[in-house]
């Protein structure tokens, strides 16, 4: 069952993400026993959950303090989220990395084209100095598949991340570099320089060393040290095995196994109808990728899904935990 799923998520395209959504849910509920007692909780069973709607959305907040499983296995891994001192962290328990994998390249593609196109670089302090990363992951993998030279990751080795930079723009040499906000800005203080083959790709996140910036502002102050250079966003976090990315408008986009929903933020299971700038809510996800975890979750991050399917990101509701993806008001 989970490998007829798993190849019918990659394949949602000819199949409708409603139907797969509704395959999923009865999976997950019939495998998943926290998620079935959510659901039985909220009187959601599976002969009353008939359309998307109807689907329960776990909140994320429990990878904080359950073990969230779809199956009895062994996980060949987890993935935790960064947080503030103190904090208690959310873990996303992996089955098989194959699956992330096949997610995370198939996303790439779609946005961005063959990784072997690409010089691959990642300034990711922050992440790289604690284990079981999901960025550090896939950004590591990226680097391996693009097979350039210079791809690779810079801790704060800012001089030498200057210097590929440059190399990379006398070559014309189309780049992607990932980078968590606070070492961007300070990156773009140290090193202006002129950027015409580079595409910037911050991942959010001040963990603490600057004042939290709208998403305009932060983008307009690295811009000013990379004039000309694009400034793109990724939407991504441990509890998922999916990312939705941005370019210079700053929507973000989804593959089309990932689906964004809006709740009402003061009746976490009534869901809104609707778009545009008068229409904004509580962001659930469909991620099916989380086949073996939970594919339903509803988030604290405040959104508004605009006419053609793209969404934005608000910021975060009140009293809701600091977190290390793109969570910046607009």
């Known amino acids: 069952m989970r490998s007829e799923l798993i190849h019918k998520i990659f394949n949602v395209e000819s199949i409708g993400i409603e139907s797969l959504a509704l395959e999923v849910f009865q999976y997950q509920y019939h495998n998943n026993p926290l998620y079935r007692l959510f659901c039985d909780q909220l009187g959601r069973y ?27 296995f062994k996980p060949v891994t987890w993935f935790e989220s960064s947080g503030t001192t103190g904090s208690v962290n959310s873990r996303h328990y992996i089955k098989g990395l194959e699956l992330y994998e096949e997610s995370f390249n198939r996303c790439f593609r779609q946005f961005y084209g063959e990784v072997t196109d690409w010089c691959i670089l990642g300034l990711l302090p922050s992440y790289l100095e604690r284990q079981h990363s999901s960025l550090v992951y896939m950004v590591d993998h990226l680097i391996k598949l693009s097979g350039h030279k210079s791809s690779g990751f810079y801790l704060y ?36 320089m002129d950027l015409r083959h580079t ?48 370019g210079d408008d700053g929507l973000f986009f989804c593959p089309p ?74």
């Open 257 to 330: 196994w990932m689906k964004i929903l809006l709740r009402e933020e003061d009746d976490p299971l009534q869901l809104l109808s609707g778009f545009g700038d008068k229409i904004s809510g509580v962001i659930n996800i469909i991620d099916l990728a989380n086949i073996d975890s939970c594919s339903f979750l509803a988030t604290d991050d405040r959104g508004r899904i605009h006419p053609n399917g793209g969404f934005e990101v608000l910021g975060r509701m009140d009293n809701s935990d600091i977190r290390g993806c793109s969570q910046l008001v607009q």
């Open 46 to 72: 599976p002969g009353k959950v008939q359309s998307i709607a109807d689907i329960p959305f776990l909140p994320i907040s429990f990878f904080k303090t359950h073990e969230i499983r779809t199956g009895n």
């Open 157 to 192: 080795d800012h001089g030498s991340l200057h210097s590929t930079l440059d190399q990379m723009e006398r070559a014309s040499q189309k780049t992607l570099l990932f980078g968590v906000s606070f070492a961007l800005l300070d990156f773009a203080a140290e090193y202006p």
């Open 199 to 246: 595409t910037i790709m911050e991942t959010g996140g001040m963990k603490g060393r600057r004042k939290e910036l709208t998403r305009q502002e932060l983008h307009e102050q690295i811009q000013s040290g990379f004039p000309g250079c694009p400034i793109h966003s990724e939407y991504g976090m441990t509890e998922l095995l999916s990312q939705a990315y941005a």
